[in-house]
């Protein structure tokens, strides 16, 4: 007893294991727990060099948040026009599907071509707010140069978008260079009103007709064909035909990508001329792939970015800071584009040849190589040899010499070292009698 109080003794000093955490006694090598040497710090990680790849990556990052803040814009300004569609309930307007000749089928007019406008409206909108929902985590490590496992749909659709954008301008930059002028609707006669809706219009029914009804229906009926004679066959979900999304591009799903994006280039042969197929096409490629990987909203909010991305000139007429603005964002565009036109085009070549190319995976470089480390050999012991007990002796043979020493190759972990039990993996021992005893199993 002293005058402050009972005496107590004084803890033992413990070594805390910098791999699993736990805390061992002070005069403990290697920890009780997971069995790493408590004094060695973490194996070193050199760091990694920033790579064209790591470069591009972040170019479409910070490319695509312009293109996002202009989405947002161009959705507000879809929704606004609900306003100015309600006045013009005497408009009558057609439904049509897709043979490639645009074939009318049902007529829209009064309250019913107003709820539809709600529709498509509501549609880009919801399309939109998903987009962000789902780009929300992935976003964020992309804009800090984090590896992420998949891009987010904000990257990808941005990156689509841009390099879309590049075919076009070098496509119609080649047709102007041999003198032609290609023939385009007239877009300046109609009202705001009819603007708005003629591409909110596009951008959700076209998308609803060529990917749903040229990719998921046909796709459901030659799923539901393959399962009748092979029953083993995965199933998908029933949404995924209709709404897109989680889909694997085999040759069933790239001949239908195919056909459907054939289809909605020739499609606009009709309001346009035949110069349109092929960047029509080309667009439709991007929209097809956007509806089997992400889904069907990814695909009508990028037909929406393109179709809509004039759009706030016309409800701001003669601003010539949105014109400015507009300009050196498509130029910017335009430029990141190239890159990504490069690297989706080297996509699809690797998935046509079933090797993947570069800038698809990075260029591979040789890595040096290192022989296995095996302690016994870096001692010149024999297999067999336990130390304290002499070698053995051939049978007949001449007296056994010892091997000279060798110098011991790297290991290929830098946290190896000599021992490790083959038993319970432990890399503590003792000798006892001349043998080397695991502290953790027992066994030599």
């Not at 498509?120 to 590896?147: D, H, Q, T, V, Y």
């Not at 023939?183 to 003629?198: I, M, N």
């Not at 009709?270 to 490629?285: C, E, H, N, Q, T």
């Not at 051939?394 to 060798?406: E, S």
Request: aromatic share 14%.
């Amino acid at each position: 007893m002293t005058s402050d109080g009972p005496f107590q003794e004084p803890p033992h000093p413990t070594r805390r294991c910098w791999s699993c955490g736990s805390d061992n006694p002070a005069n403990y090598n290697f920890c009780t727990r997971c069995g790493r040497p408590i004094a060695a710090p973490p194996p070193y990680q050199p760091p990694k060099p920033v790579t064209l790849r790591d470069i591009g990556r972040l170019m479409g990052a910070y490319s695509a948040l312009p293109l996002l803040i202009l989405l947002a814009v161009n959705v507000a300004i879809a929704l606004w026009g609900i306003g100015l569609v309600y006045p013009h309930l005497d408009k009558h307007v057609y439904l049509f599907i897709v043979t490639p000749w645009l074939v009318n089928f049902a007529e829209l007019g009064g309250w019913s071509f107003f709820a539809y406008y709600i529709f498509l409206a509501a549609a880009i909108a919801i399309s939109f707010i998903w987009m962000l929902w789902k780009s929300a985590r992935p976003a964020k490590n992309e804009l800090m140069g984090r590896p992420t496992k998949e891009h987010s749909p904000l990257f990808t659709i941005g990156t689509l978008f841009m390099a879309v954008l590049a075919f076009n301008v070098i496509f119609y930059a080649l047709v102007a260079s041999s003198g032609t002028s290609p023939t385009t609707p007239d877009f300046e006669t109609p009202e705001l009103w009819e603007t708005l809706y003629g591409f909110a219009n596009a951008s959700v029914w076209e998308e609803v007709v060529t990917r749903i009804l040229l990719i998921g229906i046909p796709l459901l009926l030659i799923d539901a064909v393959r399962r009748s004679k092979k029953p083993e066959l995965q199933e998908r979900k029933y949404r995924q035909y209709i709404l897109g999304g989680g889909l694997e591009i085999g040759r069933v799903e790239a001949a239908l990508l195919v056909f459907s994006s054939v289809m909605f280039g020739i499609a606009h042969v009709w309001s346009w001329d035949l110069w349109k197929i092929v960047p029509a096409l080309a667009a439709g490629l991007a929209f097809g792939y956007l509806f089997l990987k992400l889904g069907v909203y990814a695909s009508i909010l990028l037909h929406f970015a393109f179709d809509f991305l004039s759009v706030p000139m016309e409800v701001w007429p003669g601003s010539f800071a949105l014109e400015m603005v507009l300009g050196l964002l498509s130029l910017l565009w335009m430029v990141v584009g190239v890159a990504f036109l490069v690297y989706y085009l080297a996509k699809a070549f690797g998935w046509l040849t079933g090797k993947r190319i570069w800038p698809d995976v990075p260029l591979k470089t040789k890595s040096p190589s290192y022989a296995p480390y095996h302690p016994q050999a870096a001692y010149g012991y024999q297999q067999g040899y336990r130390p304290g007990y002499p070698p053995a002796q051939p049978q007949g043979g001449p007296a056994y010499q010892p091997l000279p020493m060798k110098q011991p190759a790297p290991p290929t972990d830098p946290a190896a070292f000599g021992y490790r039990c083959q038993h319970c993996g432990n890399t503590e021992a003792h000798y006892e009698d001349g043998r080397l005893i695991c502290t953790k199993c027992r066994r030599s």
